[in-house]
């Protein structure tokens, strides 16, 4: 919060409540505030923030705080009020953006996010629509490729690995990629009793959605490799358990994208390399053997998609195991 030498004590009573409470933001909060003091943008999107952490919705809350972070370099941290968000301000924002070569999908990324924090103020009634977005980029681009085809993969398998990490990064790479393109986050929650009678079964983090592969001789290899440094997780990207392990698995992440990005610059790939990757291709290379649209929607659990939760119901776990399975193979017969 931005506190003044001469604050009422009421107000910074209520701000320094507000700052310690473990308790959800509500409209009326906010009202609170409207009343005392002009409304900052920051100050204001480090509430929704807060509300987000409290309600548990880390990620949404993480890609707020990036963009507040956009947004503050560009006005040099000086605290914006509300009612001076104008679409001359934002244009010259994504001005800003675009002279730093930030690409059309990020700037549009960080203008969706300050959209939804001022509709929210809108519809709290802290300031009138000015329609500050309506002249900016906040659409989605074509992205740049980001699939690698049978042959790339092999090159990533078979590549020889200058360090500790690096190795560590090809094979969580392969992991993924040999579960369908399995999350960064999901591996990193993946507990050994997820393994059972030769079945792996776990919940996407992102949707909630059951997830249940076949356990393949080439997952098991790679989870041999490893140390195994406690008696929860089964890779070793969360290593202490119930010790901010939110913090742990984003910081390897971060890590191994890094040295992926290195293997892939060597490797002379047309992409760059990242765990992401994985998913893309595996997707990418079960269209191109000719599995069903529907077993690789299913697969990947895009079950958020109307259309797609129709095909889901028309194939078994057996079919979607059997097409995993032959695109593994592919490895042995290239």
């Known amino acids: 919060m931005f506190l003044k030498p001469?604050?009422?004590?009421?107000?910074?009573?209520?701000?320094i409540d507000m700052e310690n409470s473990i308790l959800e933001i509500h409209t009326k909060d906010i009202e609170k505030?409207?009343?005392i003091?002009?409304?900052?943008l920051q100050d204001y999107t480090k509430l929704l923030i807060k509300e987000k952490e409290n309600g548990g919705h880390y990620r949404t809350a993480e890609a707020y705080i990036s963009a507040l972070n956009s947004f503050n370099r560009f006005v040099h941290n000086q605290p914006i009020p509300l009612i001076n968000v104008t679409p001359t301000l934002m244009e010259n924002?994504?001005?800003y953006l675009k002279k730093r070569d930030i690409c059309m999908n990020t700037i549009s990324f960080y203008m969706r996010i300050l959209k939804a924090v001022y509709k929210k103020a809108v519809r709290q009634e802290l300031i009138v629509n000015k329609k500050p977005f309506e002249n900016v980029y906040t659409g989605v681009a074509k992205t740049k490729k980001r699939a690698l085809d049978i042959e790339s993969i092999k090159k990533i398998k078979y590549a020889e690995t200058l360090d500790e990490m690096e190795q560590m990064a090809q094979k969580l790479f392969l992991f993924s990629f040999y579960t369908r393109g399995m999350s960064f986050v999901d591996m990193a929650y993946?507990?050994?009793s997820d393994v059972k009678n030769g079945v792996l079964q776990y919940k996407r983090r992102k949707t909630g959605q059951k997830i249940i592969i076949k356990w393949e001789s080439a997952m098991q290899e790679i989870v041999d490799s490893f140390n195994s440094y406690n008696d929860v997780y089964?890779?070793?990207i969360i290593r202490n358990v119930g010790r901010g392990e939110r913090n742990q698995y984003r910081y390897l992440q971060y890590l191994i994208n890094k040295?992926?990005?290195?293997?892939g610059k060597r490797l002379q790939l047309p992409c760059e390399l990242t765990m992401y990757v994985s998913r893309h291709s595996w997707a990418t290379i079960a269209k191109y053997i000719d599995v069903p649209l529907g077993v690789i929607s299913d697969a990947m659990g895009h079950s958020?998609?109307?259309?797609t939760r129709i095909y889901l119901k028309s194939f078994s776990e057996s079919k979607i195991d059997e097409a995993n399975l032959k695109i593994i193979n592919l490895f042995d017969k290239l």
Do not use: F, R
């Not at 001469?6 to 701000?15: A, G, R, T, V, Y």
């Not at 958020?304 to 259309?307: D, F």
């Open 93 to 95: 924002y994504e001005g």
């Open 234 to 236: 089964l890779l070793p």
């Open 37 to 40: 003091e002009t409304v900052y």
């Open 33 to 35: 505030i409207a009343g």
């Open 6 to 15: 001469n604050e009422s004590p009421q107000k910074i009573s209520l701000i």
């Open 304 to 307: 958020t998609e109307n259309m």
């Open 190 to 192: 993946l507990k050994k």
């Open 259 to 263: 040295k992926l990005a290195d293997i």
